[in-house]
T-cell receptor
Framework: SQQGEEDPQALSIQEGENATMNCSYK?????LQWYRQNSGRGLVHLIL?????REKHSGRLRVTLDTSKKSSSLLITASRAADTASYFC??????????????FGRGTQLTVWP | DSGVTQTPKHLITATGQRVTLRCSPR?????VYWYQQSLDQGLQFLIH???????AKGNILERFSAQQFPDLHSELNLSSLELGDSALYFC???????????FGQGTRLTVV
């Protein structure tokens, strides 16, 4: 399977702490994307990192990519209760990717306690 | 708001029936993708359309079909519905050279 796998499956932290989620995948990729999903709602695109990039920042988000280890991490700094959601990594892993043909992992359920 | 609109939000129907889910992509996006999210299978890519043409099929059943119209909106048709088809169905759109795919809020289908 080309699917990414997130780790841990669930993470519970206090507000203000940092949250780190990891993703491993199996095949070569063009890019890797992270999404957030609040319970039963739509997926929100957080960040895309291309295979030739090693690190990317967006606000309180920091994403790293290690293509030699086929892994990525998502760091959320100074977490808030509103960050409570499921977080998914998605890889395209398809030649000639058009950004939306994605393979998703099972996600990490993040709970941030006030 | 992602700019991708899906209707209806909820759908309850009986086994054996047929339903149509509708998606309007973000303005200017030519690609539309359909996904199914269920508890046991997770998020699965179903099918991709680009500017009216089918580009790729994923784990889409033969009972399911889709199309993209000249105005770029797309419809996913699910027929001979079974209990196991109950799931969240998402549509996403993207632009060439963009920064990712953008998902609608989904249609929750319940087959009873």
């Amino acid at each position: 399977s080309q699917q990414g796998e997130e780790d841990p499956q669930a993470l519970s932290i206090q507000e203000g702490e940092n949250a780190t989620m990891n993703c491993s995948y199996k095949t070569s990729i063009n890019n890797l994307q992270w999404y957030r999903q609040n319970s039963g709602r739509g997926l929100v695109h957080l960040i895309l990192i291309r295979s030739n990039e090693r690190e990317k920042h967006s606000g309180r988000l920091r994403v790293t990519l290690d293509t030699s280890k086929k892994s990525s991490s998502l760091l959320i700094t100074a977490s808030r209760a509103a960050d409570t959601a499921s977080y998914f990594c998605a890889t395209d892993a398809v030649r000639g990717s058009t950004l939306g043909r994605l393979y998703f992992g099972r996600g990490t359920q993040l709970t941030v306690w006030p | 708001d992602s700019g991708v609109t899906q209707t209806p939000k909820h759908l309850i129907t009986a086994t054996g029936q047929r339903v149509t889910l509708r998606c309007s992509p973000r303005s200017g996006d030519l690609s539309v993708y359909w996904y199914q999210q269920s508890l046991d299978q997770g998020l699965q890519f179903l099918i991709h359309y680009y500017n009216g043409e089918e580009r790729a099929k994923g784990n889409i059943l033969e009972r399911f079909s889709a199309q993209q119209f000249p105005d770029l909106h797309s419809e996913l048709n699910l027929s001979s519905l079974e209990l196991g088809d109950s799931a969240l169905y998402f549509c996403a759109s993207s632009a060439m050279g963009g920064e990712g795919a953008f998902f609608g809020q989904g249609t929750r289908l319940t087959v009873v």
